[in-house]
RNA sequence: GGCCCGGUAGCUCAGUCGGUUAGAGCAGGGGACUCAUAAUCCCUUGGUCGGGGGUUCGAGUCCCUCCCGGGCUACCA
């Protein structure tokens, strides 16, 4: 049952920042979206997604520069991330630009001079932070100091984390700038501003009566920033512009001005749009300009804001069409807290997929969604019951149990009387699809498992295994099988949009692609089937359990570069530094090694040892020949190459570490068992460790 | 502090307009089966629906209040 007449639909998913990967918090938000685009797509509508990075602002700007590239440079190469990352995912898009992009220009020019013509263009004076070394104007979270309130040091630009005081970056006492360490100044220029305000009522209207906005989101925003009918509350002008230098578009009549990233941002829905027409020879008006079109957009809660009121403001005064529905969702969290780089829950997409497939994570997230705001947790444990259980357990066990017993003979011509069964699963059609459209996705999922649960217990009832024995009943197993297939058939099909892989399968062993929502309704007869093969491979833990561990040690090996800068925002700890002032060659030249776990350090045993013997060797250069002690009458032989910076005498009776379980190894000059721990580059410059007074020769150094 | 969302079985969650003995999946227990990826099927244990009060013939559901968790926001409603 497809929709009557067609629908003509717009889909987009906010645009990711070009300033990191693509993280398993992202995913929920463009999982969730591709998903309803595949069901409009199943169901027979005209459906585009599109989507871009967003490039601009100045942290791009900052980062580049950091990495000693150009902006457009950095933002091709995270834009090739980004899309493989999605498409390894099955998130397909028709169109995935970019904000920098020429089309997002033009429009961007387009839509300021009708804001300007329509009178809602101010402009003021803003003050802000500058950074003379950097020679950038600082956002709040480029600068940290002393709360002007409590006096607590290290404090955010914008509110202070101990006293909770809120206040401007230049309040700051001893403000400093996180990019150069420099003491920014403050400086005026001139920042672009749109009246909201004059829209309010245009706002309030859109929010009250599109039926764009879920309720808690209509709440939201009365409570925040529209106020209450009889109290309204005014809508602040909006800074949409920021001085040079600034990575985006100049403004065309504000030279030195550039736009703000969030005013060219949403624009790039259009200008995503737009190079999709080009593409398809389509007209920009029929999307974007007509009421013959939907325009849905998907995003989270945190960028609410600028979708429910700016966006809506910009379009109504630019005459397009405002969004037929703002579509929100919440946040997700991983194993009940808030995902954490430093605890690795905040997965990348990449690590991800280093370890599983895409499919698991798709169905888990459909089970948990609904087309509420709420946040939802990832349960690890959880994921890996629920995946098996429902969708290899359940759904795939369908096929499996049933396909090789009809490869030789195809179908039944006639579809057999199964007591109802698949006419009822045609008939959760309608349910089903409604569920999907409203976004209730977990709704869905539960729907279609109840599916399931009817049909194993048939096949179980009428074991066509055990029938097979009977050469008589050739016909009756064929029936048997031909309705479990349908079945798993009927499953797979409404499955599709979260499972497409599985739907290719599907369609691959029964000799019919899936491509309509309406195949559901009609069993295939009469038709060959291919040889089975495994659909979909069960979530095994460890498989879990390693993209974690390879999660964790990633943010760990990020966190120590990313630092040396950060300690810039620390007082105390900048001192301290200064004053010992260690240089950065060593770690240069030997940079950290890889991560090892507490097992790998502990098969390397390193213990207290007495030198109880210091001996020139005759004919080596470097090696001094030691005896060791650990006590007890043991001794141990080693061959030190310490001979340039030590005199034999003077080592006798010292305590140094020994590492004891090393390989012995034949020398020129003897057997060389272990090695004494030292650190240095050689030569004359060669240090040897030595354990605190108290230490006793044969102790473990763990 | 304000606002919003939650609190239902060990876990994840359904529960329509107030209507009979409060449901599912997983986990636990017992059994069956052996076609299927140790998959499947049947039976089963388990809940003062966060606490208290109220409205009602009847409350998981509506109202008040308190407690707990989460989110947003911040001296402004």
Redesign the pocket.
């Known amino acids: 049952m497809p929709d009557p007449t067609p629908r003509r639909l717009l889909v987009t998913s906010a645009l990711p920042y070009a300033n990191g990967p693509i993280h398993i918090g992202h995913l929920v938000e463009y999982l969730q979206t591709d998903i309803w685009v595949r069901f409009q797509k199943l169901r027979g509508n005209r459906c585009v997604y599109v989507c871009a990075d967003d490039t601009h602002g100045t942290a791009i700007m900052i980062r580049a520069r950091q990495e000693g590239r150009t902006e457009a440079d950095l933002i091709a190469a995270i834009k090739q991330e980004h899309e493989s990352d999605f498409a390894d995912f099955q998130i397909e898009f028709d169109n995935y630009g970019s904000t920098h992009s020429p089309e997002n220009e033009r429009l961007c020019g387009e839509l300021w001079a009708k804001i300007r013509a329509a009178g809602l263009v101010t402009e003021k004076n803003v003050e802000q932070l500058f950074d003379p070394q950097a020679g950038t104007f600082l956002a709040d979270r480029f600068v940290r100091g002393t709360c002007p309130q409590c006096g607590a040091t290290d404090q955010p630009g914008d ?1 202070c984390s101990s006293c ?3 206040y401007t970056p230049a309040e700051l006492i001893h403000p400093r700038s996180t990019l150069s360490g420099a003491t920014p100044e403050v400086r005026s220029a001139p920042h672009e501003f749109i009246a909201l305000e004059k829209l309010h009522g245009f706002l309030r209207e859109w929010v009250d009566t599109s039926g764009a906005l879920q ?2 989101i209509a ?2 925003l009365k ?2 920033f529209l ?2 009918k009889d ?1 309204p ?1 005014e809508l602040r002008d909006w800074d949409v512009s920021r001085p040079a230098p600034y990575f985006g578009f100049e403004i065309p009549d504000s030279p030195g001005n550039y736009w703000y990233v969030w005013f060219d941002a949403p624009i790039g829905y259009i200008a995503s749009t737009q190079q999709w027409c080009d593409k398809q020879g389509e007209s920009l008006d029929d999307w974007w300009r007509s009421d013959a079109c939907e325009i849905h957009h998907f995003l989270g ?2 960028i609410t ?1 600028f979708h429910t009121l700016f966006w809506p403001g910009m379009l109504k005064t630019a005459g397009l069409s405002l969004p037929t529905k703002v579509h929100i969702h ?2 997700l ?1 991983v194993d ?1 807290e ?1 995902m954490s780089k430093s605890k690795g829950t905040l997965v990348n997409a990449r690590t991800y997929l280093n370890h599983l497939d895409p499919q698991p994570l798709r169905y888990y997230y459909a ?2 969604l ?1 087309s ?6 990832l ?1 690890l ?2 994921f890996v ?2 995946v ?3 969708l ?3 759904v ?2 369908l096929a ?3 396909a ?2 009809v490869e030789k003979t195809g179908l039944s011509a006639k579809y057999p009387d199964d007591g109802g069964l698949f006419a009822a699963g045609a008939a959760a059609a309608t349910e089903i699809a409604a569920a999907y459209e409203r976004t209730d996705y ?2 869905a999922m ?1 729907l279609i ?2 599916l ?2 009817r ?3 048939f ?3 009428n ?4 029938l ?1 024995k009977d050469l008589s009943q050739a016909d009756r197993v064929q029936d048997i099988c031909t309705i479990a297939l349908n079945l798993f058939r009927q499953i797979a099909i409404y499955l599709a949009p979260v499972l497409p892989r599985l739907a290719e399968q599907t369609g691959a062993l029964l000799g019919e692609p899936i491509t309509r929502w309406d195949q559901s309704q009609t069993p295939l007869v009469g038709t060959p089937v291919n040889k089975f093969q ?5 979530v095994e833990p460890e498989k879990v359990q390693a993209m974690m561990e390879e999660s964790l040690a990633e943010s760990v090996d990020k966190k120590a570069p990313a630092e040396t800068p950060a300690t810039a925002g620390n007082d105390a700890l900048t001192a301290a530094l200064a004053k010992y002032n260690d240089g950065p060659e060593p770690l240069t030249a030997e940079p950290l090694a890889e991560e090892c776990v507490f097992d790998d350090f502990l098969k390397v045993d390193l213990r207290v040892a007495r030198v109880v013997e210091a001996n020139h060797v005759e004919g080596a250069d470097k090696l001094l020949q030691l005896t060791l002690s650990l006590g007890g009458g043991v001794t141990r032989n080693v061959f030190a190459g310490i001979k340039k910076a030590y005199p034999p005498e003077e080592l006798v009776g010292r305590l140094v570490m020994y590492v004891a379980n090393l390989a012995p190894r034949k020398m020129k000059f003897g057997i060389s068992t272990g090695m004494v721990a030292a650190s240095g580059p050689g030569g004359e410059e060669v240090f040897l460790l030595s354990p605190d007074e108290g230490a006793k020769p044969g102790q473990r150094v763990h």
Not at 463 to 466: D, V
Not at 534 to 538: A, I, Y
């Open positions: 509110n909770g005081a809120a309720n808690e709440n939201y409570g925040h106020g209450s109290k509350l809660k945190d804001y919440g946040f969290t009940g808030k089970s948990k609904s509420r705001v709420d946040d939802f947790d349960t444990d959880d019951t629920k098996n259980t429902d290899v357990g359940k795939v066990n499996s149990r049933s090789k017993f977990s709704q539960r498992m109840a399931a649960d049909a194993n217990p096949v179980e009832e074991k066509p295994w055990a097979r495994h659909l979909m491979q069960r």
